[in-house]
């Protein structure tokens, strides 16, 4: 039975060894072998290798895919005519040399992006020290992202090579500090107000025209309606007069008589009227000339 135990445990243990020789590197990643420390070797093809177990040898990984650092504050800078801007920036780049990154960056790829960082942006600093505002929002954004590019590029390979390789740096924003920008916007909303104010009395001042050509338009057509009308009413009534004239002038006698009913129609109109008229007088001709006695005139 002891026997049995003696070599289950000495299976297992060998077990246990082989496997802390065993080490599996990823497609997407360096595999960096130490030796008490130091760099003994460095695996870039993905597969299964072999090593010693520890503490003779062990191993770590180091990311070989393309890495994105994006600007990690937003102190600003100033341009060429001191003015304060924040610029927002990312950077791709990768791990080219295990061997040296690990010797003059870190071990990890943090420690290259916290240096990267400081050189990324002190060669932004430098080169927008140069340009202008116009410079950084207009078609120059490209020859100072190149300019930027080839500088942090002639720091990471000088010579002390980071290892490292930067394949693009890029702008995402640029813009005026908090305070700059409110007054920014307040100059702008004020001038938009200025000529939002410069369209309204425009458009009053075309206002009041037309409604002035308006209202002279229809005095004008008013008075041209009137004085047509007057002259028609004047034609009217001229014809009118002429017609009664010519219908009096063939009978006197008749035209009299109908001047005194249409006399007697407008005075007797109403019950309630009273009236005192000498029946001798000539307003009760028609009547007395009908036949009715003068002193039987009815009194009203």
């Known amino acids: 039975m002891n026997r049995i135990g003696f070599i289950a445990s000495s299976i297992l243990v060998l077990l246990v060894l082989l496997s802390s020789t065993l080490f599996v590197v990823d497609q997407r990643q360096f595999g960096v072998v130490y030796a008490l420390g ?3 070797q460095v695996i870039t093809e993905p597969g299964l290798n072999f090593k010693l177990p520890p503490p003779f040898q062990n191993v770590s990984y180091i990311d070989k895919r393309l890495l994105t650092l994006s600007s990690l504050d937003t102190e600003p800078m100033l341009t060429a005519e ?17 061997q040296a990154y690990i010797r003059n960056v870190g071990l990890d790829e943090n420690a290259g992006a916290m240096q990267l960082n400081r050189v990324v942006r002190n060669a932004f600093q430098e080169n927008v020290n140069k340009r202008t505002v116009r410079d950084l929002i207009s078609v120059r954004r490209e020859a100072l992202m190149a300019d930027v590019q080839r500088e942090v590029l002639a720091v990471v390979k000088g010579a002390k090579p980071w290892g490292v390789d930067v394949v693009d740096v890029r702008i995402t924003r640029v813009d005026y500090v908090e305070a700059i920008t409110e007054s920014v916007y307040r100059r702008m909303e004020a001038e938009r107000k200025r000529v939002a104010n410069e369209l309204r009395s425009t458009g009053y001042a075309e206002g009041e025209k037309i409604r002035a050509d308006a209202d002279r338009q229809r005095e004008v057509i008013v008075a041209n309606a009137y004085r047509d009308a007057q002259k028609i009413k004047g034609e009217g009534d001229a014809q009118a007069a002429s017609a009664y004239s010519d219908a009096f002038g063939r009978d006197a006698q008749f035209a009299q008589f109908y001047r005194s009913l249409e006399a007697y129609k407008q005075s007797f109109n109403k019950k309630s009227d009273v009236m005192v008229v000498d029946p001798s007088s000539d307003f009760f001709r028609a009547m007395q000339s009908s036949g009715t006695p003068a002193g039987n005139a009815p009194r009203r």
Not at 86 to 93: F, P, T
């Open 38 to 40: 130091q760099i003994k």
């Open 82 to 98: 001191k003015q304060r801007v924040v610029i927002d920036w990312y950077v791709r780049w990768r791990i080219t040399d295990p």
